[in-house]
């Protein structure tokens, strides 16, 4: 008999007793009708918890808080699927300003490539407030999941329609298969005495920029 | 489809590797208790870890829902679990991974083994998980030639500190700063010599070891905290990014799952993913959760293997009163809020399981008649502390209570001399089936008087009731039961007038 | 109200004052106390260590005992005890495959109450100074023993009692949802354990200052007494029951006269 066939044996021989499940009570909170101001507000003071930086800005103003946050930076990489608007501002274009490198699934950046670039930037799925999680699915706006990981500073952009209250209304909206990365905050750490630490080995700096006309 | 299985079903498998005490509690217990250094770690790490619990558990105003739910969705994927697996397996094969199945611990460790070798890497990088712990990985793949690196933080300093993990969550909540910090100096390659014991500072030197080997590692290994049956989802629950980086970076990643850890749909995360962190680490999340469905194109390890195992759980399924210890999706709520696991730690109870969750898994996957686990289930006080943590409703002290007597049967059967305590309970179970019997016996109580002498306290006892009088007096008995002055002397008191017209 | 008093087995040998504690406030509130006579023991002993066979006997001799239909209710000065009756008993009846016995067992849990369950959720007792008379004026600490806290759910209904007390002055006790480590024969098998947990309690008692540690249930107060005895600790335990059937004429004794007494 082989491992598969006889550990389902084994497990059908544990159930002879036929055990018969209750049925699933979903009296927790599914649905939330809270407005989209105080949304913002939440996530905000939900990821400053956790030591990520957040800007909320409309649309036009990306371009500004962006280039103030790579201020100082060699080159920062961005997934093929994010447009070019967000990077039309002077400093950003001008000689001398940080190096874009685009990485896409079909012409990727090396490991080594992302290892020295100063940050990355991405856009993001669906948030939740509540809980201060940022969830990444992978798709052209937000790249390879190694992306967001390898650099050492991470921007996301968070449009304010994507945020939603609690985790029932944004698991909703996922699609299961995708590979997915929910961030809630920088890389963080409790092993030494129970502290909060940030900063392990993914990024340790993160920053919201919430858009609140998207 | 499962297959209709005629005759006999097969006898419970026990599961083997880390899951064994040594010795027994009370001894390896008494040993722990006398580490003052280690009492006051853990004191402080489990009262941090609680405070912080109860602070984010108190924000959720559907808290008990989602355990209502939690335990309800647990319950059903152990009554469905043969065509949960399958499901999973379809859906996990159909895009790409691969699934192994392992009976125990050993043909486990024989099928990791055999897909690190296909690979011809020399080393592998690990994800915390328990999984591993239970089946002994790391140490069999060293006697295979092949070195592996634990790369969450607690479990580098366990490994470098050629120590055992404590506890399922933080597994060197036994080590302080200042500890760790000593690990370091003198473990850690190229390591700075001005470390200090700042937690930051710590967390940055395992960042600078670990780094090169994530930029360079082909094979990872991984634990899972949920597989979703209906998309064949993975789901590894972490903080650091290390779990990330192993996850994302190499070209081969295997992961070792246990039987019971599925979930039916995607959509039981959201009940899943709301109780596991604050129980866990008292956070309203945490910081990393990735999801992988067998292979995604161009994203990832495109050589993906999961390794189902059984090493026991079947037997606890079986176990019709115990099952649902299987239910547990290794939170540590229990062991933090345990007054007998904040004194003695994880080490005093052997299995990679501690807490009052480990001292009902492991004897149910071992056998209550493992003489190594059979003092296990008696590591508790029964103060129920744990049932009210425990975010899937696990009812470990009524579990424990069922272990006992599994044991205290397990141990008639075989025809032993009573033991002290045997008798005592032969005894008491004639004083206490008959109010005749416990009046008769309770003539006696002025010769119990007698032995308390002018300082009316008893301060010694021989035999087992010694252990009682080791560290506490007993008071000197009255001169005679209730049941004597009830028989004797009551005279019904007189109703007062009651103030205020309440009822 | 007609009301069957559970002594339970350890107040009825070692603590007669605590039960006779118990009669006579039901009595101040002009209810019958009846006193079944074949009661022995709950076999929360046996049950919790494992010995189910031999438990099967005690609860068998408690549903003797409190089958009969001349009680309304049943008392007893004991949350563990309580909890044994309501949800232990079944279980061992189940277990046993004895569905008379469950049903009995059953019915009988749905009408036993703990002390201070009975007296608020069912007698509406609210301030024990005023309706009961209590008057006890000394400074006090509280144990909220485990079974009576997180099986029976009794929340804070000793602790709002003793404080309506008249004269008392109740001081909170640090940690006071901890076991005390007692656990029926856990102090035996686990005397190490135990006696740590024992220690801290003792420890926190101590901190609050005050001479006395009120609890409701018997066993741990024999657990906590025997360990501030032996620790030479200047404060005593005493039950909740006998606090509240303490008046100005017929007063309970003071912390400083019950140290080398019996406890509880």
């Known amino acids: 008999m082989s491992a598969r066939e006889e550990i389902l044996a084994r497990i059908t021989g544990a159930l002879a007793d036929s055990p018969v499940a209750r049925p699933v009570p979903r009296g927790y909170l599914r649905a939330s009708d809270t407005s989209t101001a105080r949304l913002i507000e939440l996530l905000t003071d939900r990821l400053a918890d956790y030591k990520a930086h957040v800007d909320v800005v409309a649309s036009a103003g990306v371009p500004g808080i962006l280039a103030g946050l790579l201020a100082g930076a060699e080159s920062y990489v961005v997934p093929s699927g994010l447009p070019d608007d967000w990077f039309a501002h002077p400093a950003l274009e001008a000689d001398g300003a940080p190096r874009r490198l685009r990485d896409d699934v079909s012409c990727p950046l090396s490991v080594a490539e992302l290892d020295r670039a100063s940050a990355v930037i991405t856009a993001s799925a669906v948030s939740v407030a509540e809980s201060g999680t940022i969830m990444l699915d992978g798709s052209p706006a937000q790249g390879r999941r190694v992306i967001s990981l390898v650099p050492d500073h991470h921007v996301c952009l968070v449009p304010a329609s994507s945020i939603v209250h609690i985790l029932p209304e944004a698991v909703a909206r996922l699609d299961g298969t995708r590979a997915m990365t929910w961030i809630s905050g920088p890389s963080a750490t409790s092993d030494i005495e129970l502290e909060r630490v940030e900063g392990v080995h993914g990024p340790r700096r993160l920053d919201v920029i919430i858009i609140t006309d998207k | 489809m499962s297959k209709v299985f005629i005759g006999m079903p097969p006898l419970p498998a026990f599961g083997s590797g880390n899951l064994n005490l040594t010795e027994p509690f009370p001894r390896a217990a008494a040993r722990e208790l006398g580490n003052q250094q280690l009492r006051s770690n853990l004191r402080h790490a489990t009262h941090t870890i609680r405070d912080k619990r109860l602070k984010v558990v108190a924000e959720l105003p559907d808290w008990e829902e989602l355990r209502d739910a939690g335990s309800a969705i647990k319950e059903s994927v152990m009554a469905d679990l043969p065509a949960l697996l399958e499901r999973f397996e379809a859906n996990f094969t159909a895009r790409g991974g691969k699934v192994h199945w392992a009976r125990d611990a050993a043909e486990a460790n024989a099928i990791i083994t055999e897909l690190v070798r296909a690979t011809g890497a020399q080393e592998v990088v690990k994800v915390k998980s328990m999984a591993t712990q239970e089946i002994g990985l790391n140490e069999h793949l060293e006697t295979e030639g092949i070195a592996a690196f634990e790369t969450d933080l607690a479990e580098l300093i366990v490994q470098l500190g050629h120590d055992k993990p404590s506890h399922i969550l933080v597994p060197a909540i036994h080590k302080n700063r200042t500890q760790v910090r000593d690990i370091f100096l003198a473990e850690m390659p190229g390591v700075d010599p001005d470390l200090t014991n700042d937690p930051a500072m710590l967390a940055g030197a395992a960042r600078s070891y670990l780094r090169s080997k994530f930029l360079t590692a082909r094979v990872a290994i991984s634990g899972a905290n949920f597989g979703i049956a209906d998309s064949g989802t993975l789901a590894v629950v972490e903080s650091e990014g290390n779990g990330r980086m192993c996850l994302t970076l190499p070209e081969t990643l295997i992961t070792v799952m246990g039987i019971e850890k599925l979930l039916p749909t995607f959509a039981d995360l959201e009940v899943f993913m709301a109780l596991l962190p604050r129980s866990s680490t008292g956070e309203r999340m945490n910081p990393y959760t990735s999801l992988w469905t067998g292979v995604t194109a161009g994203d990832g390890p495109q050589d993906v293997h999961l390794v189902l195992l059984d090493n026991g759980r079947s037997a606890a399924l079986a176990d019709e009163m115990g099952r649902s210890a299987l239910h547990c999706i290794r939170c540590s709520a229990c062991m933090n809020v345990c007054p007998v696991y904040e004194r003695t730690g994880g080490h005093a109870y052997g299995s990679t399981y501690p807490g009052p969750i480990g001292a009902i898994l492991s004897p149910l996957m071992t056998g209550i008649e493992a003489e190594e686990n059979n003092s296990l289930p008696y590591a508790s006080s029964l103060c129920g502390a744990c049932f009210d943590a425990c975010p899937v409703k696990i009812n470990i002290p009524e579990i424990l209570v069922h272990l006992r007597g599994k044991d205290v049967d397990s141990r008639r059967g075989r025809m032993k001399p009573p033991s002290q305590m045997d008798l005592l309970m032969k005894g008491a179970q004639w004083a206490f089936s008959s109010g005749t019997h416990l009046g008769l016996l309770e003539k006696g109580l002025p010769l119990g008087r007698l032995a308390a002498g002018r300082s009316k306290k008893i301060k010694h006892l021989p035999g087992l009731a010694a252990r009682w009088t080791d560290s506490r007096d007993i008071p000197a008995p009255p001169p005679a039961s209730f049941r004597d002055w009830w028989a004797k002397e009551h005279v019904p008191e007189a109703p007062i007038t009651q103030q205020g017209g309440e009822a | ?264």
Do not use: W
């Open chain 3, 1 to 264: 109200m007609r009301i069957a008093l559970f002594a339970t087995c350890i107040v009825d040998a070692m603590y007669p004052q605590t039960a006779q504690a118990t009669v006579r406030i039901l009595e101040r509130l002009g209810h019958e106390i009846i006193f079944p006579a074949g009661q022995a023991c709950c076999g929360q002993m046996h049950i919790n260590s494992g010995y189910l066979d031999e438990a099967k006997p005690v609860v068998e001799n408690h549903a003797r005992a409190f089958g009969a239909d001349d009680y309304d209710v049943a008392v007893a000065p004991s949350g563990s005890c309580v909890a044994s009756v309501k949800h232990q008993h079944p279980m061992i009846a189940r277990r046993y495959g004895d569905a008379g016995l469950e049903e009995r067992t059953t019915a009988i849990g749905a009408r036993t109450y703990e002390l201070s369950q009975l007296l608020t959720d069912v007698l509406g007792i609210t301030d024990a100074a005023a309706q009961l008379g209590s008057h006890y004026p000394h400074q006090v600490t509280y144990h909220s023993s485990c079974h009576g806290m997180r099986l029976l759910k009794l929340e804070d209904r000793q602790l709002d009692l003793l404080r309506s007390v008249g004269g008392i002055e109740v001081t909170e006790l640090p940690e006071a949802d901890q076991c005390c480590g007692f656990g029926g024969t856990f102090a035996l098998k686990n005397a190490e354990v135990s006696s740590a947990m024992l220690a801290d309690k003792v420890r926190n008692i101590e901190s609050t200052g005050a001479g006395l540690c009120a609890g409701g249930d018997a066993s741990c107060l024999l657990h906590i007494g025997g360990g501030l005895s032996r620790s030479g600790s200047p404060a005593t335990t005493l039950h909740l029951a006998r606090i509240l059937a303490s008046t100005m004429q017929d007063p309970a004794p003071a912390p400083e006269s019950l140290r080398s007494g019996a406890r509880a």
